[in-house]
């Protein structure tokens, strides 16, 4: 289906999001769970951002690993952060400086080697995105994403990017919150099961 066509119905609406995501990474998705698990082991944190949509995500997929986790695995919690939740500093950094740097500049605080930054963007080409992304390659973290079209300018400046294939912004967007409750739900079942193996083992 071409991205300017009308959606008429909500048959074809669900047709277009069935076929798209089909055609998914799964492999990349697993990757990226893959990562933060690790990422939880070494005590590493786990930052997240995106603009729009893509920045509510990330604050819900924050809330997911920090909370969702907290008691799978004997007590141990998720270093994760939104840098989309910090309302004075975003518009601080907007402000003062630019838009642009809204993200990389939060990053500047904080990111260590090793830590994971997780970027959200449909198009992939969001400038604040690509700025933060720079700024953690700087560092030596890990960088991970979720883009849709061809994957913009982030799928070179990401480790590991998974791409919706689609021109469909609300299709994008509807596969990014399916792919990132699936990180949730295998990061949480590693964790518990890690758990549980080492109460039978302690």
């Known amino acids: 289906m071409n991205s300017d066509n009308e ?41 997240l951002f995106g603009n729009g949509g ?25 270093r994760v ?27 500047r605080n904080f990111v260590q080697p090793q830590d994971i930054v997780f970027a959200i963007s449909g198009s992939g080409n969001s400038k604040n995105v690509l700025n933060a992304l720079r700024v953690a390659r700087e560092a030596r973290a890990a960088t991970v994403g979720m883009s849709g079209f061809q994957g913009g300018e982030m799928k070179s400046l990401c480790d ?21 409750h699936s990180i949730f739900r295998i990061v949480y079942s590693r964790l518990s099961q890690r758990s549980i193996s080492a109460s039978c083992t302690g």
């Open 7 to 47: 959606i008429l119905g909500s048959k074809q609406y669900f047709e277009e999001l069935q076929r798209v995501l089909v055609s998914l990474s799964h492999d990349e998705i697993d990757q990226i769970a893959d990562n933060l698990v690790e990422a939880h082991e070494a005590g590493r944190t786990v930052y």
């Open 54 to 78: 893509s920045a509510s995500l990330a604050s819900h997929l924050a809330c997911d690993l920090g909370k969702g986790t907290a008691y799978c695995n004997g007590g141990k919690r998720f």
């Open 81 to 107: 952060l939104a840098l989309t939740d910090n309302l004075p500093t975003l518009t601080a950094w907007a402000n003062d400086s630019s838009y642009e740097d809204v993200f990389s500049e939060q990053l």
């Open 160 to 180: 590991t990017c998974v791409v919706v294939p689609s021109n469909n912004m609300q299709i994008i967007e509807d596969l990014h919150l399916a792919m990132a």
